[in-house]
Each structure stands twice: as structure tokens, then as C-alpha cells.
């Protein structure tokens, strides 16, 4: 019996296509050199798609693919596939949640302590020889004591907040609602959070909703002792108003692991002195990688069973 057809936006690590190449007969997007005819020829057959955060599924796709059922996105964030298309066609759409909580809360922490120990640039500073030259590094902040505000308590977000618990850090969060049973103090009012608190962590998922959403008032509010770290989406701030502020002394500094137009970094930003800068690497490990592509290809075969969808959000 022929192996339903699964059209393959992205490419994966080769135990994930492996596992794909199992159960279905992949039809490579990112190999093809006419993808339009690659999409009309898969039309009558097509229920499946699996893509990636940044690579989603556009209205169009949806729309060239008449009998697709489901969309399987490699990431927690899916904001890059069209969803309002997806409701529309009647296709489910599902994630990789829960599976990068613990690596991307490393990641934020690790941020944060390379920020406040300036931790790159005490590195440079032994190799470079300035040490026996110069003498001591000099003196840094540290975490012990401060305050960090979440925007986004989310499941990424509460494991941020128990790792820096453990830095004896006090969190207060942001959202569009209070939650019950958490506790930490809820802040309706972001500008008001960010003036409250020394670290701002963006965490919440990126959307139409929430572009901007860091704007030049709350950068300011934060101030010039606060710094910023994102691990979201590069979207969720302004990001000229922020590096403006940074080269000005307006904002204290910025660890960022997400950028507007990855992966584009702009030179302004390179040359601060005040930033910490990742290729959005917050859940880029080995084993959170391969569990990632373990629930994408579980979603798939789930719903090519008639089973319940293990992650679905749409």
C-alpha cells in the first residue's frame, strides 16, 4: 500500500526525516526548484504538511492544497503559519510545546548571567592578554537581589521564573490577565512593570497582537540601570527605539536572542558594548532538538492513525 504523501517545507535532522520517511512519502519544498508545480502536482492527494517555526505555511499553500488536514510546525511558536487560513480550510495545526521549556529557561539565564558579569567581555579580557597587562577585570553587577519582570508567563516563562528564584531573584509578570495559583505579583500595565523592575524577560509568543508590543515608552521606563533580554521573537520589540537607547545610555543593556530580521543583526547593534548577542539558539541542543522532531512526527502519525492530536493549537 502507498505511503501517504507529506509535503516537507523545511529540512530536519536525518533521524527526524528518517522517522517521517517511515510512515510517509516526503515531497521536499525546500529542494524544489519550481514550488508551484511541486504544489499543483500534490493537490489531489496532500493531507499533511510539516514545516518549521520560521518556515510555517502560508494562505497560499493552504489554498494550493485543497485536501490538507494537517499542518506539523517544528517549534513552540508558530506565528509564520498563516492559523486564519488554517481555521478557514478546516486544517489543525500543532507544535512542539513543553519538550524546550527547561533549554530555553537555561538559555535566558545563561543570558542574563553573561550580561550581568559581562562575561564575553571579561572572556576577551584573559585572552587578549589584558589581564597580566592591565590587572583585574573590573567590577560587575550580579542577579542576587534584583527584580525581573515576565512578559509571557507561560509554561516557558514559569520555568524562567523558578530559575531565577534559584538566583534568589524576586519575578513579577505581565499579561493580558492575572493568573490564579501563581505566585507572583501581576503587573496589568507593561510600562509600568518595566519601570518597577532591573531585568525585562520577553517571553510571549509573537503575533499581529503583539508586535511592538516593547515600545520606545517601555524600553524608556525601564531605564538606564534596566536590561532587557528576549528570547520570544524579534518582533515584540522596537528594535530601532532599543538600540537607539542602548548607544545613548537611555536602556543599560540587552541580551537578545531573537532579532527582527534574522539573520540580520544590524551593525549598530554588533558594535554595542552593552549587548549579548545569540543566532536564536534557546532550544538549539541535541536532546531538545530531537525531542522536537519526536512530537512533530508523533502529531503526524497520531492523526494518519485517527488518533487525538498530541499538541494541537488550531
Given at each position: 500500500?502507498?505511503?501517504?504523501?507529506?509535503?516537507?517545507?523545511?529540512?530536519?535532522?536525518?533521524?527526524?526525516?528518517?522517522?517521517?520517511?517511515?510512515?510517509?512519502?516526503?515531497?521536499?519544498?525546500?529542494?524544489?526548484?519550481?514550488?508551484?508545480?511541486?504544489?499543483?502536482s500534490l493537490a489531489p492527494t496532500t493531507r499533511f504538511v510539516a514545516t518549521g517555526g520560521h518556515h510555517g505555511a502560508s494562505r497560499e499553500m493552504i489554498a494550493a492544497l485543497p485536501k490538507l488536514e494537517l499542518i506539523a510546525s517544528f517549534g513552540v511558536g508558530y506565528d509564520a503559519v498563516d492559523v486564519e487560513a488554517a481555521k478557514e480550510h478546516g486544517v489543525a495545526v500543532t507544535n512542539t510545546p513543553d519538550v524546550?521549556?527547561?533549554?530555553?529557561?537555561?538559555?535566558?539565564?545563561?543570558?542574563?548571567?553573561?550580561?550581568?558579569?559581562?562575561?564575553?567581555?571579561?572572556?576577551?579580557?584573559?585572552r587578549q592578554g589584558r589581564w597580566e597587562?592591565?590587572?583585574?577585570?573590573?567590577?560587575?553587577?550580579?542577579?542576587?537581589?534584583?527584580?525581573?519582570?515576565?512578559?509571557?508567563?507561560?509554561?516557558?516563562?514559569?520555568?524562567?521564573?523558578?530559575?531565577?528564584?534559584?538566583?534568589?531573584?524576586?519575578?513579577?509578570?505581565?499579561?493580558?490577565?492575572?493568573?490564579?495559583?501563581?505566585?507572583?505579583?501581576?503587573?496589568?500595565?507593561?510600562?509600568?512593570?518595566?519601570?518597577?523592575?532591573?531585568?525585562?524577560?520577553?517571553?510571549?509568543?509573537?503575533?499581529?497582537?503583539?508586535k511592538g508590543l516593547v515600545d520606545r515608552a517601555v524600553l524608556t521606563a525601564l531605564g538606564p540601570k534596566g536590561k532587557l533580554v528576549n528570547v520570544a521573537r524579534g518582533s515584540l520589540v522596537d528594535e530601532p527605539a532599543m538600540i537607539e537607547l542602548l548607544e545613548t545610555g537611555g536602556l543599560g543593556g540587552a541580551a537578545l536572542d531573537v532579532f527582527a530580521e534574522e539573520p540580520k543583526v544590524p551593525e549598530r547593534l554588533r558594535a554595542l558594548e552593552n549587548v549579548v548577542l545569540l543566532p536564536h539558539q534557546g532550544s538549539a541542543t541535541h536532546k531538545t532538538r530531537a525531542a522536537m522532531g519526536r512530537l512533530v512526527v508523533r502529531n503526524l502519525v497520531a492523526h494518519l492513525r485517527g488518533e487525538p492530536l498530541i499538541s494541537r493549537v488550531v
Open positions: 500500500m502507498a505511503k501517504p504523501d507529506l509535503l516537507q517545507v523545511c529540512p530536519y535532522a536525518e533521524p527526524v526525516t528518517a522517522a517521517l520517511e517511515k510512515e510517509f512519502t516526503l515531497h521536499r519544498y525546500f529542494e524544489a526548484k519550481d514550488k508551484p508545480a511541486l504544489l499543483e524546550l521549556n527547561d533549554c530555553v529557561a537555561e538559555v535566558t539565564l545563561g543570558l542574563m548571567l553573561a550580561l550581568a558579569h559581562r562575561l564575553p567581555q571579561a572572556d576577551r579580557y584573559v597587562a592591565e590587572g583585574p577585570f573590573a567590577l560587575t553587577d550580579e542577579l542576587t537581589g534584583s527584580r525581573v519582570g515576565i512578559l509571557g508567563l507561560g509554561r516557558i516563562g514559569k520555568a524562567i521564573a523558578r530559575l531565577a528564584q534559584a538566583f534568589h531573584m524576586e519575578v513579577v509578570y505581565h499579561g493580558r490577565t492575572r493568573q490564579e495559583h501563581v505566585p507572583f505579583p501581576h503587573y496589568p500595565d507593561l510600562a509600568e512593570m518595566a519601570a518597577a523592575v532591573d531585568w525585562l524577560v520577553v517571553i510571549a509568543p509573537g503575533s499581529a497582537e503583539t
